[in-house]
Nanobody
Framework: QVQLVETGGGSVQPGGSLQLSCTAS????????MGWFRQAPGKEREGVAV???????HVYDRLKGRFTISRDNSKSTLYLDMTKLTPEDTAMYYC??????????????????WGQGTQVTVSS
């Protein structure tokens, strides 16, 4: 079975940092574009960042400069480094494997596998 397992979530104060990790199994990791998505209560799921098979990265415009995505194909692991966190970053963060990573508006429709999510809570 395909599994994407996220770790690293938790509670942090505004201005703090966290690193999320996603380890894949049952799938050829290097054959997929990998991405991070998030969903806050009452909000739609949105794309955060993707890391393409050609090693190019794309981060949602409003998160550029604070969030960085990386991957280690030898470990089948995807990372998301988050800095200068604010309460509006509070959400469930999901790892995903995509068959294609094009325009930001299409990321969701190309997701083939989802992780279970890891909660990030930013508060005082």
């Amino acid at each position: 079975q395909v599994q994407l397992v996220e770790t690293g979530g938790g509670s942090v104060q505004p201005g703090g940092s966290l690193q999320l990790s996603c380890t894949a199994s049952g799938v050829t990791f290097s054959n997929y574009c990998m991405g991070w998505f998030r969903q806050a209560p009452g909000k739609e799921r949105e794309g955060v960042a993707v890391f393409q098979k050609n090693m190019q990265t794309h981060v949602y415009d409003r998160l550029k400069g604070r969030f960085t995505i990386s991957r280690d194909n030898s470990k089948s692991t995807l990372y998301l480094d988050m800095t200068k966190l604010t309460p509006e970053d509070t959400a469930m963060y999901y790892c995903a494997a995509l068959s294609w990573c094009g325009h930001y508006s299409t990321w969701l429709e190309y997701v083939k596998f989802w992780g279970q999510g890891t909660q990030v809570t930013v508060s005082s």
